[in-house]
């Protein structure tokens, strides 16, 4: 089945909160490149943040699962060659592709010169597939039944709380 037939297919499926396999309607790729990122309340229950990076598309929960930060005002920036979001409030990297928490670590923290890698604290943050059919651009909620941290955030409290958060001006140099 191509996948244009399987959107076809998914679109027109119940869209009751059981079914949350189906792929919602996010936007024209054209108005998500242009604007880098667009949030959505998707199947009216998940805060979805989509990223068009360097070609690609990602999405994933849009409050970050330490605390809540709202994702669409982080940098992306390149951490050991994966991609990630950098919480704008307490600056944790999250990869876009799995949601991995990333981390610098230290073997020995008494050799000097201090030697640091990036680590990987698992998958914090719950990311979303994203498909593109003619122009238009799908993402279909990860129904894992396993928790993820970042579900914690994905309420009413934190829906109306955050969006409202407006980032912090960077001071110039």
Known sequence: MS??????????ASSSSS????????????DIVKAGRVTKLVNGCR???VV???GQLYAMDVRCYHSGGALQYGDIEEFNGRLCIVCPWHKYKITLAEGESLYQAVDDPTAKP????WRSKGVKQRVHKVTEVNGDVYVMLNDSGEAIESDVYQTEKYRRASLKAKPKAKPKT
């Open 3 to 12: 996948s244009e037939e399987e959107i076809s297919q998914t679109s027109s």
């Open 19 to 30: 079914n949350l396999s189906t792929s919602h309607f996010i936007g024209r790729k054209e």
């Open 114 to 117: 201090l030697r640091t890698y």
């Open 52 to 54: 068009h990076h360097q």
């Open 47 to 49: 805060d979805v943040l």
